[in-house]
């Protein structure tokens, strides 16, 4: 359930209410969709985006590798996607939960936005194909804030750009890869998948708990 919408700092209610109907479809699109979530093309995510942040979101989707600060090049991190053909889902229940908040913010071009932020937990069940005794789960915590104004190439005078704010992680994945999906550490790992190149660190944290702080990299959680 969203929000109840009201104005907010020089925004009126209507432009705060539709900054949560579209907060929700971005959060659909890029953690729900079936076809994004199989491995396939995110149309769903990256209609739903600036022509700015559209053109940024598809030219990084198959790169590999990371930059000088260790971040991985792939632009499909923005969305929840499992390798093709590693992994089918159990059912059709994806458990959901999590909060968003508005309020007005300033920019760094000093422009004045309306800022939605988001955390929420996704819990995916999931089985390598044809091998349902290795069933698992995958926790996957958004943290996203989502600045509406006035950008340049948007469709509307009133569209989001998406920032991620570093506490969101996935559980249950491998460490190490970096063409971004999120490959399944599968309790007996199938020899045809990618192996880790780094291992869980820190403080294991509950993954199904919001809000906690993240170690840069690959967290170390309690389990799934």
Same mark, same amino acid.
């Given at each position: 359930?969203?929000?109840?919408?009201?104005? !907010?700092? %020089? /925004?009126? $209610?209507?432009?705060?209410? /539709?900054?949560?109907?579209?907060?929700?479809?971005? =959060?659909?699109?890029?953690?729900?969709?079936?076809?994004?979530?199989?491995?396939?093309?995110?149309?769903? /995510?990256?209609?739903?985006?600036?022509?700015?942040?559209?053109?940024w979101? &598809?030219?990084? =989707?198959?790169?590999?590798?990371?930059?000088?600060?260790?971040?991985?090049?792939?632009?499909?991190?923005?969305?929840?996607?499992?390798? *093709?053909?590693k992994?089918? &889902?159990?059912?059709?229940? !994806?458990?959901?939960?999590?909060?968003?908040?508005?309020?007005?913010?300033v920019?760094?071009?000093?422009?004045?936005? =309306?800022d939605?932020?988001?955390? @929420?937990?996704?819990?995916?069940?999931?089985?390598?194909?044809?091998? *349902?005794?290795?069933?698992m $789960? !995958?926790?996957?915590?958004?943290d996203?804030?989502?600045? /509406?104004?006035?950008?340049?190439?948007?469709?509307?005078?009133?569209e989001?750009? !998406?920032?991620?704010?570093?506490i969101?992680?996935?559980?249950?994945? &491998? #460490?190490?890869?970096?063409?971004?999906?999120?490959h399944?550490? @599968?309790?007996?790992?199938?020899?045809?998948?990618?192996? *880790?190149?780094?291992?869980?660190?820190?403080?294991?944290?509950?993954p199904?708990?919001?809000?906690? *702080?993240? &170690?840069?990299? #690959?967290?170390?959680?309690? %389990?799934?």
């Amino acid at each position: 359930m969203l929000p109840a919408a009201k104005p !907010i700092g %020089g /925004f009126s $209610r209507d432009q705060v209410k /539709f900054a949560y109907q579209r907060t929700r479809k971005l =959060l659909i699109a890029a953690n729900l969709n079936s076809t994004t979530l199989l491995g396939g093309a995110p149309t769903a /995510f990256a209609s739903l985006l600036t022509a700015g942040d559209r053109t940024w979101f &598809l030219n990084g =989707l198959n790169k590999k590798g990371v930059d000088k600060q260790g971040d991985a090049l792939s632009t499909r991190g923005m969305v929840m996607s499992f390798p *093709p053909g590693k992994a089918q &889902l159990i059912g059709d229940v !994806i458990k959901v939960h999590g909060v968003m908040h508005a309020h007005a913010a300033v920019d760094k071009a000093g422009y004045n936005v =309306l800022d939605v932020d988001v955390d @929420y937990i996704f819990v995916y069940a999931i089985e390598p194909p044809h091998n *349902p005794a290795s069933w698992m $789960r !995958i926790v996957n915590e958004v943290d996203w804030t989502l600045s /509406f104004g006035n950008w340049a190439g948007a469709a509307t005078t009133f569209e989001p750009s !998406i920032s991620t704010n570093g506490i969101g992680g996935v559980a249950g994945a &491998l #460490c190490g890869t970096t063409d971004g999906y999120q490959h399944p550490d @599968y309790p007996d790992n199938p020899s045809s998948e990618a192996q *880790p190149t780094d291992s869980p660190s820190g403080t294991p944290v509950d993954p199904y708990v919001i809000g906690q *702080p993240r &170690l840069a990299g #690959c967290q170390a959680t309690t %389990g799934t």
